[in-house]
């Protein structure tokens, strides 16, 4: 996985999407590019990476029917 996936997949977990959903999206090809492209668009639309990610997990959470990953520990 390159530096940008990973940092994609990482800023996700952030916003709590679970991680097994986020690796059947980076284990296709296809569907990492369609995320890449998401992210990318909203940068050009000058949204920092962080309101990217932000939006791109309320559409994972709305299109799958599922509520964030409460699990991961928040550290303090």
């Known amino acids: 996985m390159?530096?940008?996936?990973l940092n994609l997949y990482e800023r996700?977990?952030?916003f709590k999407v679970p991680s097994t959903v986020l690796d059947n999206?980076?284990?296709a090809e296809e569907d990492v590019r369609i995320?890449?492209?998401?992210?990318?668009?909203l940068l050009?639309?000058?949204f920092s990476k962080d309101q990217a990610a932000e939006e791109i997990s309320k559409t994972i959470f709305k299109e799958l029917n599922i509520g964030p990953d409460h699990s991961i520990k928040v550290e303090k």
């Open 2 to 5: 390159d530096i940008n996936r």
């Open 44 to 46: 050009k639309d000058n």
């Open 25 to 27: 999206i980076f284990a």
């Open 12 to 14: 996700l977990r952030d």
């Open 35 to 41: 995320l890449e492209n998401a992210f990318n668009s």
